[in-house]
């Protein structure tokens, strides 16, 4: 991995300035969600400090807001910026949480069928082929509603994020296996690992300290990749009623929040949200493409 | 017709574990006879219950038995609904095949030529304005997407409806809102939500393939013998890009089911997706273990018809060459 940082690694990357922009926006969102108690000018979930009298505030440059309140406020007075930053932080949780989750298991499968080889191989890919032709949201969702009908509501509830990445990681293996796989299968055959078994070294540590570092460019690029697309499955299921509870809103369930008061002309409660999720989705899916063509410049 | 028998072979046993998922859901999430009779019954009633219904048999038998009943379409009682599941599923389905026929249809007629423009022009400005567009529509969520649709034409222009399927008319047998204005109207916001995903990923996937094949040295020496463009591209470049670009169009209508159901639910489109959510709200399980083995099967035979199109557009595949 280290070699292929390359020395031309930030002239590259400074010849992209939409890549650098999206890397200092994803930066700027893991520190502002990250620490949003902090940044956060309210403190939206606290029944305490939130007054229904503010409710639904328009945004502070519009007609009759009031300069406490930014991006406005919903309808039982929350602050949206401050909501936004605390959904933020739970997006970019379970995004993060899935996809290491999905490149554990893809890693450990891949490796194992990869290098071994065989009946297990055979096993392991068939297994893979059939999870492959379910879209992973559509597992994801089942996984998430059979769950929901088999817990308890207030365990359910209490859980919410690590079953988000629960259902969200074991949707999103697949494509990890798939990968690891190929690669690991071409690296078996490499002289250095033959070296290896002739100065007898145990098969474990040769996989693991000798394959998997020459396989993990192409497992960044699809972890960079997968974020984005777990952080669009997060949103969708929040949206759906299947995710975070309402109380503890992400950035999918405040959209859903404001979606019921579209037709009450109510529209920032939706479009900031909103706007702040298309814009870490896309700025991640900037990145892992520039990091795609950095380390593959055939493709370019 | 070896590879075709092969595949056919591996569809039934992909069905057979849908199955089995859909049957161990059924078997173990909940209680069924506690769903159907509630708490007032008595021990002794219940126990005849579970005899009858057959809850005592080895799981091998009960297994043998769901598999037996779903093959010929009995999927059981719905529980919240007390109606037959298969029933249900056949009341709701025209509405989101006809969703996503219209989707896949305009996807592809959009795709196919602007992924072809972007793989040869890869460079001028058209070009990269729709690769630019192309990041935006894979990258927005659907369920955003929708909603921004509704704000727009709904709430602030008011042009069309936000939400139902609108009149539907009866043409040759099919009952479809495609054939009246009201439906079209209704169906234009929701098929276009779930059109503009697939079709930054057909776009890009094509384009992707353009510019691999445009690379090889028989794409060179044609040039070098002198071919016209158009010949070049779309005689020889183009045919050597479908295999994968046809997988992905397989995969994709698979997609679009799964896709259907968050914008069924934007837009409170009556179909299968909408009876799944409900069924996952109220832990209707019948309803959710057959809705499991139903899009199970459409997903498989959509992947059966891709490879038998292989057969058809790969010689190498035809005479057992790979």
Redesign the interface.
């Known amino acids: 991995m280290l070699e292929r940082i390359r020395s031309d690694f930030w002239y590259e990357l400074l010849n992209s300035p939409v890549t650098v922009v999206s890397a200092v926006i994803i930066a700027l969102m893991i520190i502002g969600c990250t620490f949003a108690p902090v940044f956060a000018p309210h403190t939206p979930f606290d029944p305490a400090t939130i007054s229904i009298m503010d409710n639904n505030m328009p945004p502070a440059w519009a007609d009759g807001a009031d300069p406490r309140f930014l991006l406005g406020t919903d309808l039982q007075g929350r602050d949206v910026l401050s909501a936004m930053l605390y959904g933020g932080r739970i997006s970019l949780q379970v995004g993060i949480g899935a996809v290491a989750l999905s490149v554990v298991i893809g890693m450990i499968v891949g490796l194992v069928a990869g290098y071994f080889g065989g009946m297990t191989d055979a096993v392991l890919m068939r297994v893979a082929e059939i999870q492959f032709a379910f879209p992973p949201i559509l597992i994801a969702l089942l996984f998430n509603g059979i769950l929901k009908a088999s817990l308890p509501a207030d365990v359910f509830a209490q859980a919410a994020v690590p079953i988000m990445i629960l259902a969200i990681g074991l949707a999103g293996w697949v494509q990890f296996a798939r990968i690891v796989r190929a690669s690991a299968m071409v690296q078996r055959g490499q002289d250095y690992v033959t070296a290896c078994h002739a100065i007898g070294l145990p098969t474990v540590t040769i996989i693991l300290r000798h394959i998997t570092p020459n396989i993990l460019g192409p497992v960044l690029v699809l972890a960079m990749l997968q974020i984005a697309v777990a952080i669009v499955t997060e949103a969708t299921l929040s949206f759906l009623g299947l995710g975070t509870p309402l109380t503890e809103p992400s950035l999918g369930a405040l959209i859903q929040i404001g979606s019921q008061y579209l037709f009450s002309g109510i529209w920032w409660v939706v479009i900031f949200p909103g706007i702040m999720l298309l814009v870490m989705v896309v700025a991640f899916n900037l990145v892992a493409d520039w990091v795609r063509d950095y380390l593959n410049p055939r493709l370019r | 017709m070896y590879f075709l028998l092969a595949r056919l072979l591996q569809a039934t046993i ?1 069905m057979l ?2 199955a089995l998922v859909g049957f161990l ?1 059924f078997q ?3 209680d069924p006879v506690l769903s159907l009779v509630g708490q007032e019954t008595s021990v002794e009633d219940r126990e005849a219950l579970r005899e009858s219904l057959g809850l005592n048999d080895p799981i091998l038998v009960q297994y043998a038995r769901y598999v037996v009943n779903a093959v010929q379409g009995d999927f059981g009682i719905s529980y919240s609904f007390n109606r037959d599941v298969s029933e249900m599923i056949a009341d709701r389905l025209p509405a989101t095949i006809e969703l996503v026929m219209l989707s896949g249809v305009l996807s592809l007629l959009l795709a196919i030529p602007a992924g072809i423009y972007t793989g040869i022009r890869r460079k001028g400005g058209i070009a990269q304005t729709i690769m630019a567009l192309s ?2 529509g ?7 997407l929708g ?2 649709l ?2 727009v034409f709904s ?1 602030w222009l008011n042009w069309l409806p936000s939400f139902g399927r609108g009149d539907v008319a009866v043409v040759l047998g099919f009952r479809s809102s495609l054939f009246t204005w009201d439906g079209l109207s209704h169906a234009l916001m929701p098929a276009a939500v779930l059109c503009l995903f697939q079709l930054g990923v057909i776009l890009r996937l094509i384009r ?1 393939e353009m ?1 691999e094949v445009l690379r090889t040295d028989y794409i060179r020496f044609a040039w070098a013998r002198g071919l016209p463009g158009g010949r070049v591209y779309f005689r020889h470049a183009l045919k050597n890009t479908l295999v994968p670009v046809v997988t992905a169009i397989g995969l994709q209508l ?2 679009l ?3 259907s ?2 914008t069924e ?2 837009f409170q489109w009556p179909g299968m997706g909408s009876l799944l ?1 409900h ?3 109220q ?1 209707d ?1 019948p309803l ?1 273990a057959a809705y ?1 083995i139903f ?2 099967l459409v ?2 035979i959509s ?1 059966l018809v891709v490879d038998a199109i292989y057969v058809l557009i790969d010689p190498r595949i035809r005479h057992g060459a790979l």
């Open positions: 992909v574990c849908v859901v173990f999430v909940g990041v935006i894979v990258s927005i969520p659907s369920f955003l909603i921004l509704i704000l709430v992707a510019l698979s997609s089911f799964a896709f159901i968050i639910r934007v959510l069924a996952i709200g832990s399980i959710l499991l899009v199970g997903f498989t992947n």
